[in-house]
């Protein structure tokens, strides 16, 4: 090839961009479609009793809120507000709804719209078939992309809450408000930090945005797999092998995006029970028992919570709460306010299991 010296040099235009679209693939519609039609049905109750727990778990919520601000010192400016009370296959809906606004930033690789399609209605059917499995075990989340205007939302799903009340063999008021509180606090960490809800998106958004090619990762696979297997007295876990197969930026994101959800969940945890007998009498007893019940199962359900990342999510609520704790017992709760000041005052996924080097860090 000869360059072209005829005429005055010029530059060279640069590659035109690659076109992208917005959002995941997803046929978000057929999703909560197949989640509601694959869903088991709730527990059988009176109307009068399923009356009278949707209405207490919506005072419940409000009040839960009021003791998680008393304890963490956060958000006593806001309004007390009801959650959502909802069966199980209005939750996937609302589930759908917000994961839809959350990945609706991410930019991905324009594809044929023949083949968006299928690709769409194929991830549609897989996420309505796991939100089916997960629709029957949720207790409650908050949303903060969720709601009629996007603004965070609140719910607790009822019929759950008075499965696993059951199952458990404790009090109903007691664990509905002990519920709440969790979930509160989720709200509270949302609505009282008001950078949290944009960062959380932005590291969502970044990392879908940086998603590879299956054939980069595909080559990866074989050293992921001699690592698992490397890792003595350590069980493999689905999280382990997604970690090792990204690239480094796709990492860096994702040990960001872990470290905050870790702390988001474990303070949760660490709040609920801070809260204290004082407010639920039988605190010990149901947090022991709802314990037990996270690791029990049968074989296939663990199988399943396995790969949907489940027990990777038993393990941040433990690493989350204990650093809580620690930080707590040696800088008090308005030391641990110091995670929400800012994004660089957050704890790293190294920091969460040695909260004195976070300590030190942040003075």
Known sequence: MHADTSGPATVSES???????????VNWTLAAATAARLMPPGPRTTPAAAAELVDRLRTDSA????HVRDVTG?????????????????????????????????????????????TSAGAGVQLGTLLAYMGARVLGQYDPFGGPDRAGRLIVVAPNVHAVTTALDVDGEQFGLWVCLHEATHRLQFTAVPWLRDHFAG????????????????????????????????????????ELLQGPEQRAVLDKLL???TLLEGHADHVMDAVGPDVVPDVAVIRRRFTERRRGGGVVDRLLRALLGVEAKMRQYAVGAAFCREVEAAAGMSGLNRAWESPETLPTRAELTDAQAWLRRVG
């Open 15 to 25: 590659a035109p961009a690659r076109p992208v679209e917005r959002g995941l693939p």
């Open 63 to 66: 009040r839960a809120e009021g």
């Open 74 to 118: 956060l958000g006593h400016d806001l309004p007390l507000l009801p959650a959502d009370v909802l069966d199980r296959p209005a939750w996937a809906r609302a589930a759908v709804e917000g994961m839809d606004v959350l990945t609706s930033g991410a930019e991905l690789p324009a594809t044929a719209r023949p083949l968006r399609t299928v």
């Open 203 to 242: 590291l969502v958004t970044d990392l879908l945005t940086l998603q590879e090619p299956d054939s980069t990762k595909l080559t990866r696979l074989p050293e992921a797999i001699r690592s698992l297997r490397s890792v003595e007295g350590e069980r493999p876990d689905v999280l382990a092998l997604v």
């Open 259 to 261: 470290a905050l959800s």
